[in-house]
């Protein structure tokens, strides 16, 4: 059996968006499981470890996990992720952190054994940019850009991405900082009222996101010109502001809904075995398809990781190879029964983050679902990469590491 | 003259066991009856275990984390270990507990007022006797509105007192009422007692130092020492006897002695050690 | 009667006032520091240390260190989590600004800055007090998490805002960073716990300690006596910021390796502490150990057990943990208000009579 | 000018924004005056409130999980949804039997304990209806609504722009909370202040024993108190929950509530509101002015050295009873 | 007693009373609306018993507070051997030698007898801050000094057999005992004990009494002190100041307070013997 453990927090102030992410990352497996047999006549287990998305149950988590000779890891906290990068480097155990965690880990060289393709926050800073200025024509000279961020690691991290891109593209950048956990944000929502920003992006997390796009909707801000980074883009932000919602963006980096053909199997092997995980409740939300998503190409990493090891009980160390090797194409996705539902990723020694690619979703308030509105936009790689060089090379020399890859 | 052997008895305790904190044992079996009517006394030195007793009567031992392990304590004939002290006061037992005790936030009136929560006969009474309690203690009168936590330790004694009055109760356990009062207000904390015993046939259960005046007033009176009781009898028995006379009095054969010339005494062991 | 005292006679103040009184005790401390530093480093493995004993002996520095402050000086605080935080970065800068001076001169002069820093926050305790108190301790939480939150300066302009351990060595064993062994870490950690206990100790049986007592019990009657209260409650501060320093200090370093100010050192933190030293025991050195075990164990075993070895679902577990919990904090404090440390003294009370009860 | 109109808004927004933080308050200020408890919990309470309104309202089952999991059921909803009135009716009436739990199961026995004990109680309590609250609802987020008008208020905006040229925001939420806010201290004041109960309930405050000793029932006392606090956390969560949505973080208005108890005092219902407007308009100036000076999201450490800076000059808040000091 | 003189009297009993040591000058002092002190004058001498009495709430107690520096009069001034005392601390206050006792106990109730009558010995504890944290060298030695201190007076007051007890759970009289230690601890020249004997019956008032006596022979300690026992104050006192609401009504030797008229009035009640 091979083990690919579950870091799900189902309590705690996150748990509202913790639960269906952990549903769908579990679903997919038994999936698998059931209908398969596992991967090349290995069945997954997955274990679940309970981390209250807090950094210390985060550590608890790992060390009784790894007793387990975990294959990848994927903790859904920034936090628990940094955290977790020295620990695994040593150890030798992947980590995988799709959409959140360490940027620069997407340089290979230098974070060995991190992967967060197919997209991090800075690309998602660039994307976002992206589809404002195809909004625009092209042209942001003179506009004004609001950055609403949840006041910790993760809400600062575009910060460095968007004041680049604002000179870049001659935009003013404003920085409206929530602490956590963002329950009043009166004073953020009355200066957008004010200096009338053309478009606002968010980073938020949990209640933040509920409550900012309350807010935008009470001051009446133009909801499409409001986009949300990935994670403050699930059902959960948008149903507490009812119809007001209507037209709020956000960005994703895989397809919505339950109209594909994966639900089918979904259906049959899991849900009416009884075997769907938590409440089963969770199926075709955002977080959920974003679970398995994350599920699907751990998945497709063990297959190439057996692949090229040559048996199907792969070590951690084969799992890396097999990441690095990754290529999950267009087509392979149709064939998972996902088409079209996420970018093509390719991964290599070097690149451990892909392609960066990300499309924007809409909100329909009256029908309750969230529908795309973009095809998949490439990050600006010109001002991206130099920024991963610097700040992985920062690491590499405080961690006293040398490039690989050579 | 009050004959407490013709009285019927209101309260009975019966060799009652008190440990406090699971180990430390206090009260080693104290029995006691208080007739209805009466003021009986409850003497004894520094940690005899009065506190103790009028605590286990009123139920208030809880709190202190001490329990009544062995005996009984009726009322009227009712078992009442097991009521609460909100019931007991219901049924016409009230306690001053020693240390004042007063609400420090609340005025001296509202403290006043509280003793009168459970009463249900109407604000124009409760007001009466509001008056009647001014009366007894004019000086409260004077502090009514300040908070208690301000007046000094005899308003505050007093203040206690007051409290009780108004609860209009058939019986009243008094811990050391005359502590820290001056000497004309304990003699005339006393007449009050002695007032409101015969006029209103209160019964009064009373934790005294002040064995001299307790004696006085008193029909009866329990000696404890140790957490037994080592004495009983009629006051005027036990003002009479040498030994009370000697330890508790503070008398020699020639009358008072000087508290100067104690210097000069060497202490006898104690009689009952 | 296995335990006893009779025939443990003391023949001068000295042996009289020393930390175990009764031989037996003193045997059992012993016997817990042998298994401590001779056993459990050969024995230990990354999970106990990393999850159990690592976490725990940190905690233990804290709660003592509020201990001193709360349970002895009687000043409630609620910035355990922001002195912490001063710990933790002023090590963390220490380590990357002087790679070459010793982690162990870092840690210690983290907890001096904190004792500075702690000092200054607990001016006010002089005009204000009881629950009200722990509005200025509450402003140096929410002001220090904000100031290392926001001052680039103090993560070393990282572009996250995450602080990273390098690896430090002691005697050449590393004891920070991905390097560091279980029993490099857990030693570490030992070595400050053990010492800095026997200070608290020591402090609170001098002249000093009697200070901080003298006004945690009633503070008027203190200063009649002439204790001045000012110096009182600041030194109390100040020793109680110092060894919350120094648990901030390993928290950061040994401990969690990498931490963000908010999510590691938020108020949770600070509530977690208080709870610590109310469940061991108020002015309790040993109280100190016994809530950061009871608070750091109970959750670890409950898990354990629950999905471990019942197989629930985890959320179901967590959720019920988060009871269990509760109610247990919630019995033993009926059954013992004044925390663990008496209900180990009570229990020993009882020993001493047994079999005779009274 | 212009300046000056904004910073009208912000006070204005402030003042509202007070009065929220005042409705947490008060729920604190309640079980302080009863039992000198510090009610920890309080915040949990707020939450569990919600949870149980949403809950009633949708029908849920309660504990569907755990009776899921054990049974290999699969309940979720009875299929009815019950009308708000009705819905908030039930849940007081689920926070009166929760008053009555804890008094039996905690606070009976704690009686005569010093404050910190009592505090740590608390703690219990709010890590076990947390847990509860869990463990019967669900910890997923959920939309509260009982029908309360949210968003901009455009008769003041029309107003306002008429007369500033500046359409002033005012949410109507918060014109609803400061009603209901205003009702609600006006009848506690009253209650408190001119009511036996309310006399007992602060002898209680004072001294468990002499309460007891007196013929105070504080069984009856906490259970009323601990009732009405209840109920103010229901209103509290009804209208925190409607903004944000029902979930965990509910429970964690409480810290916001925390500086302006003590700046209120701990003891005192209109200090409550009073704290709360001050509280509520100084933060959002700070933020407003000097805010964008050093970054932003002050507003958290703000509202502590504000009421630390009252709390020099006046030790026991604004309106807290004088702290007694005496040998 | 013998002509009063600059440099002191001589008692009946023939102690040498020395010179003023302390002289409260036209105090006023008062408490918002209430005066609890108008305009009184008096003196302590080295070496004397001095008694303040008077009914309750006449401000006795907020006369030792103003001595001891905890209440600031509005008028009049505190003339400390000779010299005005400036507005000083408390804890200031007691570094000058001036220890005392309060009427509602003031223990340290979380810690035990003996750190209690520690406390009382802070300000001859000199040790540094590191030698106290290593426990070594100064710290330990004058811990152990101290302590042997401390140990003397427990022998003299006979509570050897509660040193290790916590004050908290012992009975009233105790309590005061070991607030006396605490305050001979500091080895006051001038010691104020504020109702040393309420709540005591006569044998330990007798004691307390000894105590006192020997204190105020053995290290010529002064003492001023408040009582409502008459027996004590009369037999004790060298000089009574009698206060009533705030004025002094007489001051003098007992015979002569106990023949004042005014003094009866207001205060005994009846002429005591
Ligand atoms: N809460 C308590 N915990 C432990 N022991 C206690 C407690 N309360 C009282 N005691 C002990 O019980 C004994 C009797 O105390 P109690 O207060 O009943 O005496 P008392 O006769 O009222 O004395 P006093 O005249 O001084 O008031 C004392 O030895 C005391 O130490
Ligand atoms: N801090 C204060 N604030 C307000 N009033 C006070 C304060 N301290 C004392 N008083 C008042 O001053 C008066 C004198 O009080 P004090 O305590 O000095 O009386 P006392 O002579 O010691 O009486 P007792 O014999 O009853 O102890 C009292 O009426 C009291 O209420
Ligand atoms: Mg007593
Ligand atoms: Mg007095």
Known sequence: ?406 | MFDTRTQETLLDVNNIEVIYNHVILVLKGVSLTVPKGGITALLGGNGAGKTTTLKAISNLLASERGEVTKGSITYQGDDITALDPAALVRRGVIQVMEGRHCFEHLTVEENLLTGAYTRRDGSAAIKRDLEMVYDYFPRLRERRKSQAGYTSGGEQQMTAMGRALMSRPQMILLDEPSMGLAPQLVEQIFQIVKAVNEGEGVTFLLAEQNTNVALRYAHQGYILENGRVVMEGPAAQLRENPDVKEFYLGMSDEGRKSFREVRSYRRRKRWLA | MIYREAGDFKTSYRDDSQTFPIRLDRWGYYAILAVAFGIIPFVINDYWANAVLVPFLIYAIAALGLNVLTGYAGQVSLGTGGFMAVGAYAVYKLMTAFPDVSIVIHILLAGGITAGVGVLFGLPSLRIKGFYLAVATLAAQFFLVWLFNKVPWFYNYSASGQITAPTRTVFDQAVTGPAATAPAKYLICLVFAFVLAWVARNLTRGSLGRKWMAIRDMDIAAEIIGVNPLRAKLSAFAVSSFFIGIAGALLFAVYLGAAEVGEAFGINKSFLVLFMIIIGGLGSIFGSFAGAAFLVLLPVLLKNFLVGNMGWPTDLAAHIELMIVGALIVTFLIVEPHGLARLWRLAKDKLRLWPFPH | MDQLIFAAEVVLNGLMTGVMYALVALGFVLIFKASGVFNYAQGVLALFAALTLVGIQNGQVPFAHLINAAFGTQLHHFGWTVPAVLAVALTALVMVGLAFLIEKLVLQHLVGQEPIILFMATIGLAYFLEGLGDVMWGADIKTLDVGLPQGISDGIEAVTAQWFGYGFFIDRLDLWATLIAAILVAALVAFAQYTKQGRAMRAVADDHQAAMSVGISLRFIWVMVWSIAGFVALVAGIMWGTKSGVQFSLSLIALKALPVLMLGGFTSIPGAIVGGLIIGVGEKLFEFTIGPMVGGATENWFAYVLALIFLVFRPQGLFGERIIERV | MNAMTQDGYVTADGRQIGPVVMELRNITLRFGGVTAIKDISFDIRQGEIRAIIGPNGAGKSSMLNIISGFYNPQEGQVIFKGQPRPAMKPYQVARLGIARTFQNIALFDGMSVLDNIMTGRLNKMKAGFLSQALWWGAAEREENENRAVVERIIDFLEIQNIRKTPVGRLPYGLKKRVELARALAAEPNLLLLDEPMAGMNVEEKEDMSRFILSVNDEFGTTICLIEHDMGVVMDLSDRVVVMDYGKKIGDGTPAEVRSNQAVIDAYLGVAHD
Not at chain 1, 4 to 12: A, D, E, H, K
Not at chain 1, 132 to 155: R, T, W
Not at chain 1, 196 to 211: F, S
Not at chain 1, 324 to 352: K, V, W, Y
Request: charged letters at 20%; a negative charge; proline letters at 5%.
């Open chain 1, 1 to 406: 059996d091979l083990i690919v453990p579950n870091m799900s927090y189902r309590t705690g102030p996150y748990a509202a968006n913790g639960i269906p992410y952990a549903d769908g990352f579990a679903d997919y497996f038994t999936l698998l499981n059931e209908r398969d047999g596992g991967i090349g006549g290995q069945r997954i287990q997955v274990p679940e470890c309970e981390t209250a998305y807090n950094t210390e149950k985060g550590v608890e988590c790992y060390e009784s996990l790894r007793t387990q000779n975990p294959l990848v890891l994927n903790p859904l906290s920034t936090g628990i992720t940094y955290q977790l990068i020295p620990r695994i480097t040593q150890d030798g155990i992947p980590l995988y952190t799709p959409g959140y965690g360490r940027t620069s880990a997407k340089d290979g060289s230098v974070f060995e054994w991190v992967f967060n393709a197919p997209a991090n926050y800075w690309d998602g800073a660039s994307v976002a940019v992206k589809h404002i200025l195809d909004q625009e024509g092209g042209d942001l000279s003179g506009k004004k850009i609001a950055l609403v961020y949840h006041n910790s690691a993760y809400g600062k991290e575009p910060i460095r991405t968007l004041e680049e891109l604002s000179e870049k593209h001659g935009f003013e950048l404003s920085l409206l900082p929530v602490d956590a956990p963002g329950q009043e944000q009166k004073s953020q929502w009355l200066q957008i009222r004010r200096d009338r920003p053309d478009y606002v992006i968010m980073y938020a997390w949990g209640v933040m996101n509920q409550v900012a796009i309350q807010e935008a909707v009470n001051i009446r801000f133009p909801m499409d010109k409001f986009i949300g980074i990935w994670w403050s883009g699930s059902e959960n932000d948008v149903r507490a502001a009812g119809a007001g919602a209507e037209g709020y963006k956000a960005l994703t980096f895989h397809g919505v809904g339950r109209d594909y053909p994966l639900y089918e199997d979904l259906q049959t092997h899991v849900y009416d075995k009884g075997l769907a995980a938590g409440a089963g409740d969770q199926a075709g939300s955002v977080l959920y398809s974003r679970g398995a998503y994350a599920a699907l190409v751990i998945a497709e990493a063990i297959a190439k990781a057996q692949e090229l090891a040559g048996t199907p009980e792969i070590t951690p160390a084969q799992m890396r190879d097999g990441f690095e090797a990754l290529d999950i194409t267009a087509e392979r996705m149709a064939e998972l029964g996902l088409p079209d539902f996420g970018a093509p990723i390719a991964l290599s020694c070097q690149n451990h983050g892909g392609d960066g690619l990300a499309r924007v979703q809409q909100w329909n308030a009256a029908e309750g679902t969230w529908s795309l509105i973009t095809d998949f936009i490439e990050p600006d790689a010109e001002i991206l990469d130099p920024l991963i060089k610097e700040d992985s090379a920062a690491y590499a020399a405080e961690a006293g590491l040398t490039a690989r890859c050579n």
